[in-house]
């Protein structure tokens, strides 16, 4: 099981952006998809975006699309997440997990390794 420290979270302004990252402490396999996902107060934990670590393929959800990107750097074992043009509504906690799940995982119970996640908050 791989372990995932989330960094790069903080306060910004909307229309501002952030760049989150995720650390792996292990090597990550190739089969491994990883992702974030994110969960604001009295919510429920929701997709952001994923990738294939090998391939480099990317998903990401409708709300975020042309806004978040999602890359990965394999020489570094570290995941990260653009976010660009940000409003109040992307505020929220943002997870870094992993799965070795088929397919593209969207469901956060596809995923089997989490980090403890990063605040983000975007004032208005």
């Known amino acids: 099981q791989v372990q995932l420290v989330e960094s790069g979270g903080g306060l910004v302004q909307a229309g501002g952006s952030l760049r989150l990252s995720c650390a792996a402490s292990?090597?990550?396999?190739?089969?491994?998809?990883m992702g974030w996902f994110r969960q604001a107060p009295g919510k429920e934990r929701e997709f952001v975006a994923s990738?294939?670590?090998?391939?480099?393929?990317?998903y990401t959800q409708d709300s975020v699309k042309g806004r978040f990107n999602i890359s990965r750097d394999k020489a570094k074992n570290t995941l990260y997440l653009q976010m660009n043009n940000l409003n109040p509504e992307d505020t929220a906690v943002y997870y870094c997990a992993a799965t070795s799940a088929w397919g593209t995982p969207l469901n956060r119970l596809d995923y089997n390794s989490w980090g403890q996640g990063t605040q983000v908050t975007v004032s208005s």
């Open positions: 292990g090597r990550i396999l190739s089969m491994y998809k």
């Open positions: 990738i294939a670590w090998n391939s480099g393929a990317t």
